[in-house]
């Protein structure tokens, strides 16, 4: 759970600098969704 929480900490910043990253929000969006 720890390595999710890790990530998001990294994905967000990046994501809100980079539209690009929207595609893989999509794919952050679907562990978050496996992980509930």
């Known amino acids: 759970m720890n390595h ?3 990530t ?3 994905y967000i910043p ?3 600098t980079t539209s690009y990253h929207k ?3 999509n794919i952050c969006t ?3 969704q ?3």
């Open 8 to 10: 998001y900490g990294v």
């Open 34 to 36: 496996m992980w509930l």
């Open 4 to 6: 999710l929480f890790q």
């Open 23 to 25: 595609i893989e929000n």
């Open 14 to 16: 990046i994501r809100q």
């Open 30 to 32: 679907r562990f978050s």
